[in-house]
Every structure is written in structure tokens, then in C-alpha cells.
């Protein structure tokens, strides 16, 4: 059963889809079966994967009464499922909060970034009692650079809050611009920083996809 995987903030503009397209693009590479199911009408996903250059699959799925059929659907098909949402408070994020196992929401060094990940992050715990599910929720750091005040700050009023973040950020790279353009991996300087987060999901078990037992046989 493929694990469902989303990125969820209020704020547009924080690096949700890249990094849902970023990380989709190496679970491929790496032999995993990916779908992304873009709720945005911007379809920043679906447009990165119709280049087809990664073997990513993306279906668009703008009504909300049906995301979570079709997460079903899709669920037997694929690996990993992931769904993309649009940068505002919706039913469809509702939904999509009680369909993930995992939940990012990604955080750019700026203050109404960091305000809206705070917000979001409430949304989803109120959502998670409600319904009593518990979807492993991540803040991620994203367009981060190295030691500026401005980041250093955003990342300790966040650990104040009580916010989960993961300690790799998405790192500033011109590449997860480039991805965009050119439906790839993300190029350059910008390939180690994915491999660099997806290392550290892969360290806490996270991924399913990299737990699952290979199926070479054991030579006893
Ligand atoms: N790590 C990063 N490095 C450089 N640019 C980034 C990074 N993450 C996001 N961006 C840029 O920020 C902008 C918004 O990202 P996007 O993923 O579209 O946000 P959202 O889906 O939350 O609206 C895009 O131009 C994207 O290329
Ligand atoms: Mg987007």
C-alpha cells in the first residue's frame, strides 16, 4: 500500500510544490513508483511532470469531494502518493491532512512564512484530534541559507513554538528553479541538497519506500 506523502502551508509561495517535486523525482530515480495529485489550480506539479522526464506520474484533482477517492484509487497503484495543495485555508486541505501518513510544511526564512507554518501547524493538530489520526508532521525549512541571522531566527522561533522541524533545510539553490523549467531532478548544487534532506527522512524511518526489504535473496 503506497504511503501518502503532502505539503500543506497557508502561505503560498513557500516551496511546497518544489519540494513535493524534488523529493518525488529522487523516490523515482531510486526505483519508486510515484504519483502526485495536484489540487492547486496553478498546477505547478502537474506541469513539472507532463515534461516527463522523471517517470513521475500527476493527475489534477481540483474537487475536494473527490480527493480522497481517488487517493484510494491511486493508492493501489503506486508506491508513494503524493498530494500538492494550493497556499490558503481549504476543505481540500482538510481532506488531505486526513488522507497523509506524512505531512511537510515548508517554511521559508521569513517572518509571514514562519507565521502561517505556526498556523498550519495548529490547523492540522486540530484536524489530527478531531478525527483521531496522527500523520508524521514536519516543518521544512526551504530556500534556507547557510547562517544568516534572518534563518538562525526563523528556525529558533520555531523550535520555541513546539513546531517539529526537520534539521536539513531545502538549501537556496538555483537548481530547484531550474527543475521547474526543464520537468528534471533538481540540477547542480541543487541535487546534493535534496539528497542531503532525503538522507536525514531516511535516517528516521520515514520513507516506506527506502524501509521496505529488498528482494535479492540472502546468501545463508
Ligand atoms: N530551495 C529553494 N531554492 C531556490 N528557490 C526555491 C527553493 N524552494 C522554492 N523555491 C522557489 O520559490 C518559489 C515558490 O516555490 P513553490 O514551490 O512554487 O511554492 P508553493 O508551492 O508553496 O507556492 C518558486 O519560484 C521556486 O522556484
Ligand atoms: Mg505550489
Not at 487517493?71 to 482538510?94: E, F, N, P, Q, R
Not at 512564512?113 to 525549512?141: C, F, M, N
Amino acid at each position: 500500500m503506497a504511503q501518502v506523502i503532502s505539503a500543506i502551508q497557508e502561505k503560498g509561495g513557500v516551496g511546497k510544490s518544489t519540494l513535493l517535486c524534488a523529493l518525488a523525482a529522487r523516490l523515482a530515480k531510486d526505483g519508486a513508483k510515484v504519483v502526485i495529485v495536484d489540487t492547486d489550480p496553478q498546477k505547478t506539479c502537474l506541469k513539472w511532470a507532463e515534461k516527463d522526464k522523471c517517470g513521475v506520474d500527476a493527475v489534477e484533482q481540483l474537487n475536494d469531494e473527490l480527493l480522497t477517492k481517488t487517493v484510494k484509487h491511486l493508492k493501489g497503484s503506486y508506491d508513494v502518493v503524493m498530494i500538492d495543495t494550493a497556499g490558503y485555508k481549504s476543505a481540500m486541505a482538510v481532506y488531505t491532512v486526513m488522507r497523509s501518513d506524512i505531512i511537510f510544511i515548508p517554511c521559508k526564512a521569513a517572518e509571514p512564512d514562519a507565521k502561517g507554518a505556526l498556523r498550519t501547524w495548529q490547523h492540522v493538530q486540530a484536524i489530527s484530534e478531531s478525527a483521531d489520526i496522527y500523520p508524521q508532521t514536519y516543518v521544512v525549512l526551504s530556500d534556507f541559507d547557510k547562517g544568516t541571522s534572518i534563518s538562525e531566527g526563523i528556525r529558533d522561533a520555531l523550535a520555541t513554538q513546539g513546531l517539529i522541524t526537520l534539521k536539513t533545510p531545502l538549501w537556496h539553490r538555483t537548481g530547484f528553479k531550474e527543475m521547474h523549467t526543464h520537468g528534471t531532478l533538481p540540477p547542480g548544487s541543487a541535487t546534493a541538497a535534496i539528497n542531503e534532506f532525503v538522507a536525514e527522512l531516511q535516517l528516521a524511518g520515514a520513507l516506506e519506500f527506502y524501509r521496505e526489504p529488498k528482494k535479492e535473496a540472502v546468501n545463508g
